[in-house]
């Protein structure tokens, strides 16, 4: 589905990659956003057109404002989630009324179907379109949902969910994770549940869960770089690649170019195409003004959806504001030394591909993980979204990343490994997708608990018995000493009687 620009990007990438390497590729774009590029240019494209309330609820003011509530706030994203579902289960429907295109679809027989694991309903349209072979993909790292119906080892003690911050050996952090993690499971199965009642409502209730074709795909592909991750246990058919959406900087035109030269030192701020600055509650767009005017010796580039109505940097010299940027471009220029961000998957790739340091301003989902991972590897400051009242705070976090070595000598060392990663993530992808064209699910991939029951997986039959033997000692322990004492008792009783 096309509801922003980091899913857009990557799903496109892919498909551009593997066109490249003269794969016939059809990419299905079900659209909720016509405002944002198809991230593709190299493939066929089938489109369907926005549901109308879908459209409506995606881009109006409907959608639960994401810029309440602390970074880590959980109550934001369980209210966010329940509107993104009814989009989702809106925009399959719709999809799903398409028989032309379906038919057409069939007709192609494809080889392989990615579909991604954000909206479900690309793995019911595998199935019914009849593809050989079915890969999951998702637009960051794997999250917790995915793990668990794939089987994938995950303790909660050091695999850090997608909604936690930084993970650590306390109570409560390892409790807040496990927290977090629930959060993840209810928020996933929910929006593969609008699939599956999209799907079942017009071919029957048997019609088989997405969730099973996510847990059997041949492959999971996912936006996740090892380089720019936090270490976690993972399975054979996980393939991550996710500097591949991160293009090559483009020459900058000649407008960013003059912009660049303005000054010294340039720093980009952008909030992502989802929660966009204009959003932004008054007292945040002070509080950033503020602080950008304390840096009277820097050019801030800031992505600012309505130009026009920007009281709050009237008589900044310093900020230019732009609808649109071509943020990878710019983060590719040696003049631009850090980036303000909202801390999407495709803004930390991009940052630790080109080198820079980073403040992550985290607003939902996986973005509070995103900046954990930045922190721990020494490239990011974390700020939380309600802070950016706080003129000072803001300004702390700016100076640190542009004044601070560490950061940038931290942000050079990421990019550094990445440039000498011994395999290239289009190599890995190219590779593993015709190997899962040619011979679809390769059972010894599978992960051998995939279909345990949970007290076979977790031992819980074994544990029971472990604690079973000592209880049952302590308790025949204690029938045997009761029932000594009591024919002690008799004895003495006897005895008195004599």
């Given at each position: 589905?096309k ?17 490249e ?7 299905l774009?079900?659209e ?22 879908a ?6 003011a409907?959608m ?5 509530g602390?970074?880590h706030d ?11 579902r009814?989009?989702f ?16 679809l ?5 080889d ?6 954000f ?5 019911g349209?595998a199935?019914?379109?009849?593809a050989k072979t ?5 637009s960051s ?14 303790p909660?003690?050091i695999?850090?969910?997608?909604y ?8 409560s952090?390892?409790?807040?994770n ?17 699939a ?5 409502a017009?071919?029957?209730d048997?019609?088989p869960a997405v ?9 999971i ?13 993972t399975?054979?058919?996980i ?8 293009r090559?900087?483009?020459p900058?035109?000649?407008e960013?170019d ?7 030192k340039t ?7 989802v929660?966009?600055?204009a959003s932004?509650?008054e007292?945040y767009?002070?509080g ?14 800031w ?5 026009d ?5 009237a008589?900044l010299?310093?900020?230019i504001l732009?609808?649109w940027?071509?943020?990878n ?9 850090a980036?303000?961000?909202?801390g ?5 790739n ?11 301003i985290p607003?939902y ?6 900046a954990?991972?930045?922190v ?15 003129a ?10 542009l004044h ?12 550094a490994?990445i440039r ?19 011979f ?15 007290y076979?997986y ?8 472990i ?8 308790i025949?322990?204690c029938w045997c000493?009761?029932r000594c004492f009591?024919q ?6 006897k005895?008195?009687?004599?």
């Open positions: 589905m509801n922003s620009y980091s899913h857009a990007n990557f799903m496109g990438r892919l498909s551009d990659v593997l066109a390497s003269g794969l016939d590729v059809t990419t774009i079900s909720v956003r016509t405002d944002i590029s198809d991230g593709t240019s190299k493939s066929k494209i089938v489109r369907v057109e926005p549901q109308k309330e459209y409506r609820i995606w881009n109006t409907e639960p404002p994401i810029f309440d602390s970074s959980l109550r934001s994203i369980l209210s966010f989630t329940d509107h993104i009814q989009v289960l809106l925009q399959c429907h719709h999809l799903l009324t398409k028989d032309d295109m379906i038919e057409q069939k007709r192609e027989e494809f392989a179907v990615i579909g991604e694991t909206d479900h309903c690309g793995f349209l199935k019914i379109i009849g079915v890969i999951a993909t998702f790292s794997l999250n917790d949902y995915t793990a668990w119906i794939t089987g994938t080892p995950s909660w003690s695999t850090q969910a997608s936690s911050g930084v993970l650590d050996r306390s109570l952090s390892r409790l807040w496990l927290l977090c993690v629930g959060v993840d499971y209810y928020v996933n199965w929910s929006w593969a549940g609008a599956n009642e999209a799907f079942r017009k071919y029957g048997d019609f969730e099973e074709m996510v847990a059997n795909a041949s492959l592909i996912t936006a996740g770089d090892p380089l720019i991750d936090l270490a976690r246990p399975q054979r058919k393939i991550d690649i996710g500097a591949i959406g991160v090559d900087a483009n900058l035109d000649t960013y003059d912009i660049l030269n303005l000054r010294r720093v980009i701020f952008s909030m992502g195409s929660a966009k600055s932004l509650p007292e767009k002070r950033i003004a503020e602080a950008f005017r304390r840096f009277p010796d820097v050019t801030f580039i992505k600012y959806e309505e130009p109505n920007a009281k709050h940097v008589g010299d310093n900020v732009r609808k940027i071509p943020q471009d710019l983060l590719g220029d040696k003049r631009v030394s980036l303000v961000t909202h999407g998957k495709t803004s930390l991009e940052v630790g591909a080109k080198g820079l340091p980073a403040v992550f607003i989902g996986d973005q509070t993980k995103n954990a991972i930045a721990k590897l020494g490239f990011g400051v974390f700020l939380n979204k309600l802070d950016l009242t706080n000072d705070l803001v300004e702390t976090a700016i100076r640190a990343v601070e070595e560490k950061y940038s000598k931290a942000a050079k060392r990421v990019a490994t000498g990663r011994p395999f290239s993530p289009r190599e890995l992808l190219v590779k593993h997708v015709e190997f899962a064209a040619q679809g699910n390769v059972k010894s991939l599978d992960q051998e608990g995939l279909n345990y029951p949970l076979i977790w031992n819980l039959d074994i544990l029971l018995v604690l079973a033997i000592p209880l049952l000692s302590i025949v322990l000493t009761v009591r002690s008792n008799v004895g003495n009783k005895i008195k009687k004599k």
